[in-house]
C-alpha cells in the first residue's frame, strides 16, 4: 500500500483590515454631488438652448438682473468656501480653534442665501415673475434649484454646528458637510456666469 505523504499547507495570514481612502459618508456626499453635477448641466444645457434660439435675450421691458450687487453676493460665498476649508484644516490640529472659522463660514452662508431672497424680492417686485419670459422662468428655475442646495447645505452646516457644541463631531461627518459645502459654493460662479452674464 502506497504511503500518503501529508503536507502541511501553509495558509498565508488574513490580510490586515485597513481604514478606506474615503470614508463611506464622505463617498455617498460624492455619488450625490455627480448626480447634481448632471442635473445642472441639464439646467444649464437647456437655458443656453432657449437663449440660443431666442431673438433677444433677455426680452425687451423686462428687468435688468442685478450684476453687481450680486457679485459681491457672490464673493460672500466664494469667502465661505475658504474660510469652512481653513476651518477643516483648524480642526483636525486642534477642534476648539475651527469654531470661530466655522460660524464665519456659516454667517456667509446665512447672507448668501437673505440676499439672494432679498434680491428675487426685489425683481418679482419689478415685474420679472415666473411667467414673464422664458428668461425669467429659467433665471428662476436655476437660481431657485441652486437656493435649494444652499439650504441643504446650511442644514447640514447647521447639524455640525450641534455636533460642534456638543462635542460629538466627528471628522468624517464634518468633512462630508464641507465637500458638499464645496460643491455649493464652486457651482454658484459657473451659474453667475451663465445666467447673470
Request: hydrophobic content about 55%.
Amino acid at each position: 500500500m502506497a504511503e500518503r505523504e501529508l503536507r502541511l499547507v501553509r495558509t498565508p495570514p488574513p490580510p490586515e483590515a485597513t481604514a478606506p481612502l474615503v470614508p463611506s459618508l464622505v463617498l455617498g456626499v460624492l455619488i450625490l454631488i455627480i448626480a447634481e453635477v448632471m442635473l445642472f448641466g441639464g439646467l444649464i444645457s437647456a437655458y443656453a438652448i432657449a437663449k440660443s434660439n431666442a431673438t433677444m435675450w433677455p426680452p425687451p421691458n423686462q428687468p435688468r438682473l442685478p450684476i453687481e450687487l450680486t457679485l459681491v453676493n457672490t464673493l460672500a460665498l466664494l469667502a465661505s468656501g475658504v474660510v469652512i476649508w481653513w476651518a477643516g484644516r483648524r480642526f483636525e490640529e486642534a477642534r476648539e480653534r475651527a469654531w470661530i472659522s466655522f460660524l464665519v463660514a456659516y454667517g456667509l452662508g446665512a447672507f448668501f442665501v437673505v440676499f439672494q431672497g432679498v434680491e428675487w424680492v426685489r425683481l418679482i417686485g419689478e415685474g420679472l415673475t415666473l411667467t414673464a419670459s422664458t428668461h425669467a422662468a429659467f433665471f428662476y428655475l436655476i437660481v431657485g434649484m441652486h437656493g435649494l442646495h444652499v439650504l441643504g447645505g446650511l442644514a447640514a452646516l447647521t447639524l455640525i454646528l450641534v455636533r460642534f457644541r456638543r462635542g460629538t463631531l466627528t471628522s468624517d461627518v464634518f468633512w462630508a458637510g464641507r465637500v458638499f459645502w464645496y460643491f455649493v459654493v464652486g457651482l454658484w460662479p459657473i451659474l453667475y456666469w451663465r445666467v447673470y452674464l
